[in-house]
C-alpha cells in the first residue's frame, strides 16, 4: 500500500536528530510536527521570523500577532525566540537551519527541484522556497511518487521552472525513501508491500537498487 | 525640541508628500503587521501608478488589496500573491505587473538599501526564471547572483509603541518586514499601537532606533486574522 500523508510525515520524522533546528513547508512537511520521536528535542523555524514555534493556540490564545509562515495563527514555546524576516532568512541562508522538509511538483537525479510554478497556471510566487532550498544544510521533500496521471515526478531533469539547483538530497514519496547522489536516485526503503519493480515503474530518472531494499519501519 | 518630535496627529500629514509614481514600500506578512490606516490613507489620496514593495499584496478589501480596486498600483515586489482574486484579474489583464521576488532575498535587499548597500550576491535563485538577466558570479565554487537593493520614496510600517522620538518596538510576529522597511524610506511613516513618553522604551529592547523614522502616528487596527487556527483547549 502506498503511504498516507501522516505515514509520509512520519517517515520523515525518523529524519529528525536531537537538537535540529527545522524548517517545515506548507502541507505534509507541517505534519512532520506531530510525530518528533520520544527522547529528542527539536526546534521548529517559522521564515516570518519565529525560531520555537508551538502548537496551534487555544481560542483564549488567539492572537493575531503570532502567526506562522502559511498565516496561520500559532503560539511560541517557552524558549521561543521573534525577529525580522532578514534575521529569519540570515538563519536560512546562513546555513544554521539544519533541515527543510518541503514539498515539490519534481525533483531529478541531479537534485534539483522545482515547486513554485506551472507555466500557463496563475503564478503566486516562491515565498521562502527558493532561500530555504538554497540555504538548509539537509533537505527531504516530500511528494507522491507519480501524478495523479500515473506519470512519475522523479525525473532526469526537471521540465517546471525551477526553485533551486542540486540541493535536493533525500526524498520520501508514498512508496519509497531514496537520496540523491552522482546524479543517480537511490532506492534506500520501499513502503510496506509496495515492490521494487512497481518503484522502478513509476521512477522516470536514473534508479540505484543496490542489493536487497528493505521496507520502511514505523 | 520639535525638531525631534515626530508625532503627527492626522492621516494627512503622515503621508504628506506622497506623489504619483512613487514607491512605497511596506511592512507586513499576510494581514500581520501591515499599516492599516496609512494603507487606508493612500486610498483616500488615490495616488496612482505607484510602485508597492511589501511581501504580500493583502486581500480582497483588506490590506494592500484596496489600493487595487481603483487601481492604484501599477507594479507590486513581493515573494506571494496568491490570496486576492483582483490581483490576479489586473494580473491577467495586464493592468498590473509583478515582479515575484524570493522572500529572503527581498528582505535582504529592503535591508541593503536601509544600510547603503547597493546590491549583494546571493545563492538563492541561481538557475532559476529569477536569476534571468541578472549578473552571476562564482565565488569559492559556488555560484551567486546579484541582486540590488531596494529604497523607497516612502516606507510604512506598524509598530507597537513608540516615543516621540521614532524610537520603535514591534509586538510579536507583527514584527516580520517592518524593522527593514523602516530604514528603506527618504520617509519613514510608522503608524503605533501606543505612543508612550520618551525614557519608558528600554534603549537596548528598541527594535527600530528613532533616526530611521520621519512621522508617528498613533492606529486603531482592526487586526484581521487571515488564518484563524484553534486547538482543544487542554481538559475541554
Known amino acids: 500500500m502506498a503511504l498516507s500523508r501522516e505515514q509520509v510525515a512520519m517517515r520523515v520524522a525518523q529524519e529528525l536528530k536531537d537538537g535540529y533546528y527545522v524548517n517545515l513547508g506548507i502541507g505534509i512537511p507541517t505534519l512532520v510536527a506531530n510525530y518528533v520521536p520520544a527522547g529528542i528535542e527539536v526546534m521548529l ?75 500557463g497556471k496563475l503564478v503566486k510566487g516562491m515565498g521562502g522556497a527558493m532561500d530555504l532550498v538554497a540555504g538548509a544544510q539537509n533537505i527531504v521533500v516530500t511528494m507522491t511518487h507519480a501524478d495523479k496521471y500515473g506519470s512519475s515526478k522523479l525525473l532526469d531533469s526537471c521540465t517546471l521552472p525551477l526553485t533551486g539547483m542540486g540541493c535536493v538530497k533525500k526524498i520520501v514519496t508514498d512508496l519509497a525513501v531514496l537520496e540523491v547522489k552522482d546524479g543517480a536516485f537511490h532506492l534506500l526503503e520501499r513502503a510496506p508491500g509496495i515492490s521494487v519493480e512497481e518503484i522502478q515503474q513509476k521512477t522516470a530518472g536514473t534508479l540505484i537498487i543496490n542489493g536487497d531494499i528493505p521496507e520502511m519501519r514505523f | 525640541m520639535a525638531g525631534f518630535n515626530k508625532v503627527v496627529s492626522s492621516y494627512d500629514e503622515a503621508m504628506a508628500g506622497l506623489e504619483n509614481g512613487m514607491t512605497v514600500i511596506a511592512g507586513g506578512f499576510g494581514l500581520c503587521g501591515i499599516p492599516e490606516g496609512l494603507i487606508a490613507q493612500i486610498k483616500t489620496m488615490g495616488t496612482r501608478d505607484l510602485t508597492v514593495v511589501s511581501n504580500n499584496c493583502g486581500v480582497d478589501g483588506f490590506g494592500l488589496g484596496v489600493l487595487l480596486e481603483d487601481r492604484q498600483i501599477k507594479k507590486m515586489v513581493a515573494s506571494y500573491v496568491g490570496e486576492n482574486a483582483l490581483f490576479e484579474k489586473q494580473l491577467l489583464s495586464g493592468e498590473l505587473e509583478v515582479e515575484l521576488t524570493p522572500q529572503g532575498t527581498l528582505a535582504e535587499k529592503i535591508r541593503a538599501g536601509g544600510a547603503g ?120
Do not use: C
Open chain 1, 45 to 119: 523555524q517559522s521564515e516570518n521570523g519565529l525560531l520555537g514555534m508551538g502548537p496551534y493556540p487555544t481560542d483564549a490564545e488567539v492572537d493575531a500577532d503570532m502567526i506562522n509562515a502559511g498565516k496561520e495563527t500559532v503560539t511560541a514555546i517557552k524558549g521561543a525566540a521573534i525577529f525580522s524576516s532578514a534575521e529569519s532568512f540570515a538563519m536560512i541562508r546562513g546555513g544554521h537551519v539544519d533541515l527543510t522538509v518541503l514539498g515539490a511538483f519534481e525533483v531529478d537525479q541531479n537534485g534539483n527541484i522545482a515547486s513554485w510554478m506551472i507555466p
Open chain 2, 117 to 236: 548597500i547597493p546590491a549583494f550576491f546571493t545563492a538563492t535563485g541561481y538557475g532559476t526564471p529569477v536569476a534571468e538577466g541578472k549578473e552571476t558570479r562564482e565565488i569559492n565554487g559556488r555560484n551567486y547572483v546579484l541582486e540590488p537593493a531596494i529604497t523607497g520614496d516612502f516606507a510604512i510600517v506598524r509598530a507597537w509603541k513608540a516615543d516621540r522620538y521614532g524610537n520603535l518596538v514591534f509586538r510579536h510576529t507583527a514584527m516580520n518586514f517592518n524593522p527593514m522597511v523602516a530604514t528603506a524610506g527618504k520617509i519613514t511613516v510608522a503608524e503605533v499601537e501606543e505612543i508612550v513618553e520618551p525614557g519608558e522604551l528600554e534603549p537596548s529592547q528598541i527594535h527600530t532606533p528613532g533616526i530611521y523614522v520621519q512621522r508617528v502616528i498613533k492606529g486603531n487596527f482592526e487586526k484581521r486574522i487571515e488564518r484563524r487556527m484553534v486547538r482543544q483547549g487542554e481538559g475541554a
